[in-house]
Nanobody, 119 residues
Framework: QVQLVESGGGLVQAGGSLRLSCAASENIFSFNIMGWYRQPPGKERELVAT??????NYADSVKGRFTISRDNAKNTVYLQMNSLKPEDTAVYYC??????????????WGQGIQVTVSS
């Protein structure tokens, strides 16, 4: 059973930084795409950043502030978050996705971790 375990969340003041980690229970090469999503209070879950063979992708709201990276030897994906804003407050979820040329997709999710940015 695939497990994705997030760590590194918490409370930080606006302008500060946090680094989230997502440790996978298996080789992250088994996922075509790995990424981070977030769900702000009272809102839908949204894409933050992804990494795949095609490169990296970021939501406009985090470009220039967040960086996604991976350590394949540790089966871990990171999200470095700088210049944090109160609107970055959300539960952050790690995602691993397997995709097929047919268009099918199988998603795996972590349990989520809270990030709170105070003003």
């Amino acid at each position: 059973q695939v497990q994705l375990v997030e760590s590194g969340g918490g409370l930080v003041q606006a302008g500060g930084s946090l680094r989230l980690s997502c440790a996978a229970s298996e080789n992250i090469f088994s996922f075509n795409i790995m990424g981070w999503y977030r769900q702000p209070p009272g809102k839908e879950r949204e894409l933050v950043a992804t990494t795949s063979g095609g490169g990296t992708n970021y939501a406009d709201s985090v470009k220039g502030r967040f960086t996604i990276s991976r350590d394949n030897a540790k089966n871990t994906v990171y999200l470095q978050m700088n210049s944090l804003k109160p609107e970055d407050t959300a539960v952050y979820y790690c995602n691993g996705a397997r995709t097929w040329v047919s268009g099918s997709r199988l998603d795996f999710w972590g349990q989520g971790i809270q990030v709170t940015v105070s003003s």
